[in-house]
């Protein structure tokens, strides 16, 4: 792919490039090629890991560090690279919180309550709750989901728990 491509390829198409370029690398039938690329590979990861690493530090160390950090990860490519290699400057924690808080009015407008109940390095827990309005489960879990995945997107999962209490109180009474 010349280099004009690539400067036109969106983060999301790179990354479907890179799943394909792997699955075919676990097709070669050459074992010892396999594994020097999959050796080649982890070696330029590690070689950009620390390039980050060492930017981020000097960064940080300045005098407007911090807000040029937030500035820096504000960039979708720029993240996208800290995540893999685990130096995004937030924990994963602070992020889901900052999504929940920005996105809690729109959601409160519609009758919910979405709560981070426990966010840790694989997976977080996230409660919902509905004032009843009659919204799809499948939906209302895609949105959140999707919000949410955008902020943390090193996460494996994020459990949508919903509260439901409401609803059969309503439909009790």
Do not use: C
């Amino acid at each position: 792919m010349s280099a004009e491509a690539r400067g036109r390829e969106t983060l999301e198409e790179a990354l479907a490039r890179l799943e394909m370029l792997t699955a075919a690398l676990e097709r070669v039938a050459d074992a010892q090629a396999r594994e020097a690329t999959r050796e080649l590979i982890a070696l330029v990861l590690d070689l950009h890991g620390r390039a980050f690493e060492r930017l981020n530090a000097i960064i940080g160390a300045s005098s407007d560090g911090a807000a040029l950090i937030e500035r820096i990860v504000e960039d979708q490519d720029i993240r996208a690279m800290l995540l893999l290699h685990g130096l995004h400057p937030q924990h994963v924690e602070q992020r889901l919180r900052d999504v929940v808080l920005r996105m809690q009015p729109q959601w409160s407008a519609r009758g919910l309550q979405v709560d981070l109940i426990s966010a840790g390095k694989s997976f977080a827990i996230v409660q919902l709750r509905r004032n009843g309005l009659a919204e799809p489960n499948d939906e209302l879990r895609l949105e959140i989901e999707n919000a949410l995945t955008d902020a943390a997107p090193d996460l494996d999962d994020i459990l949508i728990e919903m509260d439901m209490t409401e609803i059969y109180a309503e439909t009790a009474a």
